[in-house]
């Protein structure tokens, strides 16, 4: 049972430019968030995909979006790149919630990103 | 804002029990309590989770008080790979994905 997958590991960055990173949910699970974690500070959420749609965001610019597919894997892209944009990028995915399933969030190894 | 208060780190001899406190006293009725924790440079792994009776899996146990403002998280037997920062968060369990992580316990296990 594969859990959550996530590409690439690492990669670095120019700032100004724009980043896909690409996550592949956990077998059976439609529901994929992403969250950013700096270094030393815990994760903060960014956003939630379900039914390819957003359904939650949390205190981020519209530098980021994303997307879900029929799949249920996403993609988190972040444009006009910043310094301050350098960080671990994690991906999360659970069962939806009217799947009655509870949904227990499992993450991914994440994405580590720098911007220089 | 996170819920939950956590002591900032805390020390522990392998082989010894790992007793982590963590203090939620504004938790609702309808809020479980999640462990995870993130070892260096990964991903946060889900260790456990319960709502007011005590839980255990084969990773560690969770006593809830019957006041729930307040937990615990075991490890029975702390190993070195058991290092960690150990987050405890407090969500709907039927609620969206997202999670407001605090700054957590970081676990230091000692040979």
């Known amino acids: 049972d594969a859990g959550v997958t996530q590409s690439p590991t690492h990669l670095i960055k120019t700032r100004g430019q724009q980043v896909t990173l690409r996550c592949s949910p956990k077998s059976g699970h439609d529901t994929v968030s992403w969250y950013q974690q700096a270094l030393g500070q815990g994760p903060q959420f960014i956003f939630q995909y379900y039914e390819e749609e957003e359904r939650q965001r949390g205190n981020f610019p519209d530098r980021f979006s994303g997307h879900q597919f029929p799949n249920y894997s996403s993609e988190l892209n972040v444009n006009a790149l910043l310094l301050g944009d350098s960080a671990l990028y994690l991906c999360?995915?659970?069962?939806?919630?009217?799947?009655?399933?509870?949904?227990?969030?499992?993450f991914g190894e994440g994405s580590w990103l720098t911007v220089v | 804002d996170a819920k939950t208060t956590q002591p900032t780190s805390m020390d522990c001899a392998e082989g010894r029990a790992a007793n982590l406190p963590c203090n939620h006293s504004?938790?609702?009725?309808?809020?479980?309590v999640y462990w995870y924790r993130q070892i260096h440079s990964q991903g946060p792994q889900y260790i456990i989770h319960?709502?007011?009776n005590n839980e255990t899996n084969e990773m560690a146990s969770l006593i809830i008080t019957e006041d729930r403002k307040s937990s615990t998280l075991i490890l029975p037997h702390a190993t070195l790979r058991d290092t960690a920062v150990y987050y405890c968060i407090v969500r709907e369990h039927n609620a969206g994905n997202m999670l407001t992580f605090g700054g957590g316990t970081r676990l230091m296990v000692k040979p």
């Open positions: 319960g709502l007011k």
């Open positions: 504004t938790i609702s009725g309808n809020e479980y």
């Open positions: 999360a995915s659970s069962f939806g919630v009217i799947s009655g399933k509870g949904n227990t969030i499992y």
